[in-house]
């Protein structure tokens, strides 16, 4: 089933988001700590929302910076599998709620990020509501930092295989591919100047992985969907041309756009 309220549309895909979704580099979490203070040594950036916070995979980046995260996700099987991965930690909050309405008090942190979740957004409700929850902070430090691992698509003819695998048997990749955020979307945001770095990832699977990553995106086919069958054995058929070793690799650019609410 593909969910068309997005706030549902990864119910039944949690377990493959949480195996085999990639996780942040490292230069990403240095870049986020040196530029917006975030962490417990600092008057600045020891508080932040992560809104869309799905199964805590960007949180738990932040709360490697060492201060107080508050994980906002509206799908309660996504926030089941944050609580099930981060509960243990007492650093970490888990909130029922969307980036349009996080529930947070006003003025409760010094940083709003947003992960791969963001081109779900409404742009201007989302502006409205992060500016809502920002403390004002006494420095020009970055308030706001969005982040996504975006797959290169011509890096390699794996890559170029595997994308036309999806734009051939996606029921709808093409509509909701989160590369379509432009400067336009951003400039809305942020109301004024932001920075983006660019970092280089990527993930090595095996077979078993590589089926776990495609079936982990919503816009793919799930069991009982006419198309689910014929696109894992085109997908077998693709590893099996092109792995090396017994594995493949997927490449991504991991984005970062950083800046303040003007």
């Given at each position: 089933m593909i969910h068309t309220d997005s706030t549902r549309r990864f119910s039944d895909r949690v377990a493959?988001?949480?195996r085999y979704r990639p996780g942040y580099p490292d230069a990403l979490l240095a870049t986020l700590v040196e530029e917006t203070g975030l962490g417990p040594e600092s008057g600045s950036g020891s508080a932040a929302a992560d809104a869309g916070s799905g199964t805590g995979i960007s949180t738990e980046l932040l709360l490697r910076?060492?201060?107080e995260v508050y994980a906002v996700e509206p799908n309660a099987e996504m926030r089941a599998a944050?609580?099930?991965r981060l509960g243990g930690e007492p650093r970490f909050h888990s909130v029922s709620g969307t980036a349009e309405a996080t529930?947070?008090?006003d003025a409760s942190v010094d940083l709003v990020a947003a992960g791969q979740a963001?081109?779900?957004f409404d742009v201007e409700r989302t502006r409205a509501e992060f500016a809502r929850i920002l403390r004002g902070a006494p420095t020009e430090r970055a308030q706001v930092a969005l982040f996504w691992n975006s797959r290169r698509t011509d890096a390699s003819p794996f890559?170029?295989?595997y994308e036309e695998l999806l734009l051939r048997f996606g029921t709808d990749y093409a509509e909701i591919d989160h590369t379509k955020i432009g400067a336009e979307t951003l400039a809305r945001l942020f109301g004024g100047p932001y920075e983006k770095r660019v970092f280089p990832s990527h993930q090595s699977f095996d077979s078993e992985g590589l089926e776990g990553r495609l079936l982990s995106s919503s816009y793919t086919p799930g069991p009982g969907h006419p198309d689910h069958e014929p696109m894992l054995a085109a997908l077998r058929r693709l590893f099996d041309q092109h792995?090396?070793?017994g594995r493949?690799?997927?490449e991504y650019d991991t984005e970062l756009y950083l800046g303040r609410l003007i």
């Open positions: 493959n988001y949480v910076a060492g201060g944050a609580e099930a529930t947070l008090p963001f081109h779900w890559l170029r295989a792995q090396e070793q493949v690799r997927i």
